[in-house]
């Protein structure tokens, strides 16, 4: 649970009204609560705690950067009031689902990943992964660390790639089971 005491003593302000960055990691916080008068947060890191939802957000609407990275998140979910957020770090979760995603029109870096490809949630596993989420955000500039229309295209061209390898290889196989008909004559007859 988000106290006062650990807000206060995370932030060096004792008025919540006026906080605008608070950065509360491995504080073993199971849900994000007692937020509401916190209007002024610009930058909130909740990283590396137990939350499983994200929620308790509706009136951070000043909030520009959100750090939910390395909990237990499963969804995207209950950040529509969020229309200013520019920075989303969702790395080392549980997210299958990319939820409400769209919603958030003014997001320009979104990290569900590391840059080596670790701790990724398990909907980057997707082979269309930077696509499904370019249809989502199509104004997104970064994604996990690398321009979001690099990683796009270079998708897409591994698709066409491994599309290709797979018609080459069926061409082979239908070569090497090719079977030439008998022939109607033989050759000592032909020589006659």
Known sequence: ???????????????????????????GVNSISNLDRCVSLTDLSLSSNN??????LDNLASLQRLDLSFNRITRIENLRMLGGLEYLDLRGNQISDLGDLSSLVQLKTLVLRSVDGEDSNPIC?????????????????MLDGGHALILSAFTAMTQQMDEAQ??????????????????????QELQS
């Not at 008025?15 to 990691?25: C, G, N, S, V």
């Not at 939350?51 to 308790?56: D, F, K, L, T």
Request: aromatic fraction near 8%; glycine fraction near 2%; charge should be negative.
């Open 1 to 27: 649970m988000i106290t006062d005491q650990l807000i206060f003593k995370s932030s060096g302000q004792y008025d919540k009204e006026i906080i605008q960055r608070l950065h509360i990691t491995c504080a």
């Open 51 to 56: 939350i499983s939802a994200i929620s308790g």
């Open 125 to 141: 596993n997707r082979p269309d992964y930077p696509n499904c989420v370019l249809q989502l955000l199509p104004d997104l500039e």
């Open 166 to 187: 797979k018609e080459r290889q069926a061409e082979q196989e239908a070569q090497s089971s090719y079977v030439a008909p008998e022939a109607w004559f033989s050759t």
